[in-house]
């Protein structure tokens, strides 16, 4: 279903995204769609049932047929309950009956009921935010749990027979290399299987942004960000698990794949506040017919970006496809060709033959082997099996290999 063998036509898109956006509080790095919610606030229940509604409708439509991985995220989706959360899992798993379905948890709100209720509703996969195993980093991470609850909810979560990954955070404050290597080595502890690891982001509108809006901090300079994210690689390869991505690890056979669609072309649809979507052009068409505020496509388009302006409040209240209002971005084949070649330089096994070849026939002549040579010569790609991969390099310097990739898109100067 990747965009190497190019699943175009099919009716219906290869992954689906719900959006749960209540967290108990809000993180101090945290600039996600999400707010600090009461857990008995009413609005849990009605948005839960609202994109139940939605799921309904566009299952109606025939966009969920043939879908493979689906990924309620957030957020934090364990904060709906066992009973919500089940209800919303159940729906997905009927409705869209994906191999791959995946719950984004917290530790402090995963509970026995709530991982029972996901497994039964036919959850297969959890991926539980961790970000450390250090009580000092988590509180400055403004993380509501602490590493005793965080170890002791992920081996229940592992036990329950999920196949359960971590999220763990780099060059965060309070952090040195030993306390690194010391959470990295505990989460492996755990029995996990997929770990996903990331560089901490100092967002402007986040609480560390306030608190470092006029000094750039030497805990999250470029450098340790770099090191860390190396550090991390030679312990999680170390330890048998695989990089398939530039943050995710993984042992054999346990990658995530809702993850490795987002980075090679499938189209996913995303419901829910703040949620995004990437559809070829008949699924827009599909869509657009309940929707009739989403804009004709103009003539180039051959994909279409929309991301759900509608916020929960609104969702709430009226759950029809119809009251949404979305973002839309129209891409041509040439964009979406660049598009593609960007985001598989996410991936290790980059970019293939058959992308490289659709990649050939839209492109003009040229103009793809001057960018493909200049990541090579400047280190940041490199050419393994017939295929362009990225180089340890073009990892670190991700931005310049994917600007040289999206530059693709454009006219000649
Ligand atoms: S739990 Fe996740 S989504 Fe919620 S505030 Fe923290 S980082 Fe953001």
Known sequence: MSAEGQRGAAPGVGALYLHVPFCARKCAYCDFASWATPTGDPLMGSYSRALEAQLDEVAGMGLLEGCETAYVGGGTPTLLGADRLGSLVERVARLAAPSEL?????????????????????????????????????????????????????????????????????????????????????????????????????????????????????????????????????????????????????????????????WTGVTY??????????????????????????????????????????????????????????????LSHREAVAEDLMLAMRMTSGVGPGLLARARETVPAGRLEAAVGEAVATGLAAWSGGRLVPTECGWLLGNELYGLMWDLAADDA
Not at 130 to 153: I, W
Not at 303 to 326: G, H, M, N, Q, W
């Open 102 to 262: 995946t719950c984004e948890a917290n530790p402090d709100s995963l509970t026995d009921d709530v991982l029972d209720a996901a497994r039964a509703a036919g959850a297969t996969r959890l991926s539980v935010g961790v970000q450390s195993l250090d009580d000092g980093e988590l509180a400055e991470l403004g993380r509501l749990h602490d590493a005793a609850c965080a170890r002791e909810r992920v081996r229940a979560a592992v036990a329950s027979g999920l196949d359960v990954s971590v999220d763990l955070m780099c060059a965060t404050p309070g952090q040195t290399d030993a306390s690194w290597a010391s959470t990295l080595a505990g989460a492996l502890s755990l029995g996990v299987g997929h770990v996903s690891v990331y560089p901490l982001q100092i967002e402007e509108g986040t609480a560390l942004g306030e608190l470092w809006r006029h000094e750039d901090p030497a805990w999250n300079d470029g450098d340790v960000q770099a090191s860390r994210m190396k550090q991390a690689q030679a312990v999680l390869e170390g330890s048998g698990l695989v990089r398939y991505e530039v943050a995710s690890y993984a042992a054999a056979g346990r990658q995530c794949r809702h993850n490795i669609a987002y």
């Open 269 to 330: 649809l995303g419901l829910g506040t703040g949620a995004s979507s990437m559809l070829n052009l008949k699924q827009y068409l599909r869509l657009s017919q309940a929707c009739p505020s989403l804009p004709e496509p103009p003539s180039s388009a051959a994909r279409v970006r929309l991301t759900v302006e509608t916020t929960r409040a609104e969702v709430a209240a009226d759950p029809r496809i119809a009251a949404l209002s979305f973002s839309t971005e129209f």
